[in-house]
C-alpha cells in the first residue's frame, strides 16, 4: 500500500468512527429509552434552562404550557420524554436563541413516560438546570372538567373516568413527589392558575402586553382579530381635500389635516388614557395580546394617521407595539 493510500484510508477510518459516535450519542432504542445529552464544547451558559410540566389530565397543563409560552419559553407539548435531551442538545446550539425551553409531558406518551425518570437523571448528570411544575387536582374537580368537554380520560379503557383519574394518580405519584412545584388547580380557574405560573416565572416584572395597532377601512369590513374598535369617521375626511386625496395618513400634511380638527388630540389623549386602564385589567387577567383596530371610511387617511400616533404614545408607555395598515393601497 502507497502511503498515499494509507492516507487516505486512515482519513476514511477517523470519519466512520466519527459517524458512529454521532450515531451512539444520538441511538433511540426501540423501547423508547432516552437520546443522551451531548454538550461537549458549549458554554455552560448556552445550555437553556428546562422546565417540565406534567401532572394530572384535565388540571390545566395546557394553560400552564400557554402561559410560559406567553412569558418568551419555547414550548412543546406531549414530547416523548426520550426526546427531552435533544431538546435541550438543540437549544444549547442555538446560539442563545432559545434559552429557555418549556416540554409538556404526560400519559399521553403511554410506553414513552417510562422513559421520564432516566431523561431526568442523564439531566442531573449534565448539570442542566430543570424544574417540574406538577399539576394536581381533585378526583372530583377532575370528573367535572371531563364531564362538561364529553371526553374520556386517556386511562379509563371500558371503565369510568374515576378508573382512569385513579389508574394515573397512581402512576405519578413517584413523580409528583420529586417535583419541584406542585400547584393544585382544583379551585383555580384558568386566570387565577395563569397568575400563579406568573408569580412564579414572571420575575420581578410585570408580565407584558403586546399591542397590534390596526388601521383598517370600514367599507372593507370589520377586522375579525380586533378586541377594541375605534371609528374615526366623526373627523373631516381628507379625502374630500383635492391636494390631499392622493396621499395617506403616513403623510405629514395629511396628518397635520386630521389632529388640525375639532376632537381629535382630545379622542387621542382620552383613548390613550383609557387603554391604560384596559391593559391593567388585561394583565391581571392573563391577557398578553391586544389588537385595536382604528377604523375611517376607506382606511387611508384618518385612521391611519391616528394608529401612528397612538401606537407612538403606547410604546412610550412600555407596550410592545407593532402598527398595521390594512388596507392603505387596497383602492
Not at 417540565?52 to 412543546?76: H, N, P, Q, Y
Not at 380520560?153 to 406542585?182: F, K
Not at 403586546?210 to 383598517?216: C, I, L, P, Q, Y
Not at 380586533?226 to 395617506?248: G, K, S
Amino acid at each position: 500500500m502507497t502511503e498515499h493510500e494509507a492516507r487516505r484510508t486512515a482519513e476514511r477510518d477517523q470519519a466512520h468512527e466519527g459517524t458512529r459516535a454521532g450515531q451512539r450519542r444520538r441511538a433511540v432504542q426501540e423501547d423508547g429509552a432516552q437520546v443522551s445529552i451531548d454538550t461537549a464544547g458549549v458554554p455552560d451558559a448556552a445550555i437553556p434552562e428546562l422546565v417540565i410540566i406534567t401532572g394530572m389530565s384535565g388540571a390545566g397543563r395546557s394553560t400552564a404550557a400557554k402561559c410560559l409560552e406567553d412569558l418568551g419559553w419555547f414550548v412543546v407539548d406531549n414530547l416523548p420524554p426520550a426526546l427531552i435531551n435533544t431538546m435541550v442538545e438543540l437549544g444549547a446550539r442555538s446560539q442563545g436563541n432559545v434559552a429557555r425551553i418549556a416540554v409538556v409531558v404526560d400519559v399521553r406518551g403511554r410506553r414513552f413516560f417510562d422513559a421520564l425518570r432516566e431523561s431526568l437523571a442523564d439531566l442531573e448528570a449534565k448539570n442542566v438546570t430543570r424544574r417540574i411544575v406538577f399539576l394536581e387536582s381533585s378526583d372530583e374537580a377532575l370528573v367535572r372538567r371531563f364531564e362538561s368537554v364529553r371526553r374520556p380520560h386517556p386511562l379509563q379503557g371500558d371503565g369510568r373516568i374515576v378508573d382512569g383519574i385513579a389508574a394515573e394518580r397512581e402512576l405519578l405519584r413517584e413523580l409528583r413527589g420529586d417535583a419541584d412545584l406542585v400547584i393544585d388547580t382544583s379551585s383555580l380557574n384558568v386566570h387565577e392558575l395563569r397568575a400563579k405560573m406568573d408569580a412564579q416565572f414572571a420575575g420581578e416584572e410585570e408580565p407584558e402586553l403586546r399591542a397590534t395597532v390596526m388601521s383598517f377601512g370600514f367599507k372593507y369590513g370589520l377586522p375579525v382579530d380586533a378586541d377594541l374598535v375605534a371609528d374615526m369617521r366623526f373627523l373631516p375626511n381628507p379625502h374630500w381635500v383635492p391636494e390631499l386625496r392622493p396621499y395617506t395618513g403616513l403623510n405629514d400634511e395629511v396628518a397635520a389635516y386630521v389632529f388640525n380638527q375639532p376632537g381629535a388630540k382630545e379622542f387621542l389623549d382620552r383613548y390613550a388614557e383609557l387603554l391604560r386602564l384596559i391593559a391593567a385589567g388585561y394583565r391581571r387577567e392573563g391577557k398578553r395580546y391586544v389588537t385595536i383596530a382604528i377604523g375611517c371610511t376607506g382606511g387611508k387617511h384618518r385612521s391611519v394617521a391616528m394608529s401612528e400616533k397612538l401606537a407612538a404614545r403606547l410604546a412610550a408607555e412600555g407596550v410592545e407595539t407593532v402598527v398595521v395598515h390594512r388596507d392603505v393601497g387596497r383602492e
